[in-house]
């Protein structure tokens, strides 16, 4: 009868309707009150969002790609950036999990519940005759037992289906052993991305960034794209640029996406950041105030490099300049906020100079 009503399908269209509704007054409030903080709108995605999504999620059966669209699109509002960010690198940098391992942690914890519940509540009554036909080799994937099985041999916690019981602190364990599947599973998606080559080098774990703490949301904003690498160089650009080749229009290649101030390289981060002489004033101002960092012991190579690269010249150990590039965009520690401004300042520099030289 559920199934010929619509199942699922029509209940996941109904709670989508209700979360998008939501989030547009919720975002509008949000809007209303200014520069809100990322964690004040983190909290209005938990509190008047997701409860929508995670309707009967202990229960909830299969995939569910708009839910995980709408947390996209939230985590986009947070961050305030567009589509150019991957949805990998906003998920990223929030350390969300997806919408399906949230409905995994609330299934996981809601069988502890109903292993605890007294014989007679019919849940229990329902769980246990399934598990009595999985153990007489039967099943069904539909069964809400069945789907706890596979859940926990997936998650490596098949011991505790054979027991049926849970460990001490299950809902952290759970919630560790789900953290660490979607972290493999974000580093996977991270990789296949050629945006995120240099995101990957500054971040390989799935948790809030400390400088989404920063109060400027303007400065914020951009070193989120200059982190993401969807900041608008001309490596980023030149995608919508095309050549006439042969009488064909071709998407203009990586090595003609040159900067247009220097007309020297590729424009991507590292020769925005590190190379352009267009920039030499902002970047001696930078390395001046962060001399005191690069000081320390440990700091050597890197020193040499910030060197090589205030002379005007590229550097030669391409470890220390990652490892350079890796301190600016961490944002993180006593300098974080002035990486962050540094960023700011070289993209104002780069937009009041292109007007001047007439580029749009």
């Known amino acids: 009868m559920w199934l010929s009503k619509g199942g699922w399908k029509k209940a996941k269209d109904f709670m989508a309707r209700k979360a998008r509704r939501a989030g547009a007054m919720a975002w509008s409030l949000a809007m209303r009150a200014a520069d809100m903080s990322v964690k004040g709108m983190i909290s209005v995605w938990q509190a008047l969002i997701r409860p929508h999504l995670e309707y009967a999620a202990e229960v909830l059966d299969g995939k569910w790609e708009e839910a995980e669209a709408i947390q996209r699109q939230a985590g986009r509002r947070v961050l305030k950036v ?31 519940k109903v292993l605890a519940m007294p014989e007679g509540r019919l849940p229990k009554r329902v769980y246990q005759r399934q598990r009595k036909h999985i153990e007489l080799g039967h099943s069904d994937k539909r069964w809400w037992a069945q789907r706890v099985k596979s859940l926990l041999n997936d998650l490596g916690l098949g011991q505790w289906w054979d027991r049926q019981e849970v460990c001490p602190h299950w809902s952290d364990e759970v919630r560790d052993k789900i953290h660490a599947k979607e972290t493999e599973r974000w580093r996977s998606e991270c990789a296949k991305n050629r945006k995120l080559e240099e995101y990957v080098l500054v971040k390989n774990e799935l948790r809030r960034e400390e400088y989404l703490g920063y109060g400027d949301a303007a400065v914020r904003r951009i070193f989120t794209k200059a982190r993401t690498g969807a900041v608008e160089l001309r490596l980023e650009t030149g995608r919508w640029e095309s050549l006439l080749l042969a009488g064909k229009q071709l998407q203009l290649p990586r090595q003609y996406r040159t900067c247009r101030l220097c007309e020297e390289e590729v424009e991507d981060l590292r020769h925005w950041l590190f190379v352009c002489p267009a920039y030499s004033v902002e970047r001696q101002a930078f390395m001046r105030v962060c001399s005191g960092v690069l000081a320390g012991d440990g700091w050597a190579r890197v020193r040499r490099a910030a060197e090589e690269i205030l002379r005007g010249e590229r550097a030669a150990d391409k470890q220390a300049e990652t490892d350079l590039l890796k301190w600016v965009l961490s944002g993180e520690g006593q300098h974080g906020g002035t990486c962050m401004e540094f960023v700011r300042n070289m993209w104002v520099k780069r937009e009041y100079t292109r007007i001047e030289m007439g580029f749009q």
């Open 82 to 112: 567009g589509v150019a960010v991957g949805n990998a690198a906003v998920i990223g940098e929030l350390g969300w999990i997806s919408m399906a391992g949230r409905r995994a942690l609330l299934r996981l914890n809601y069988w502890e």
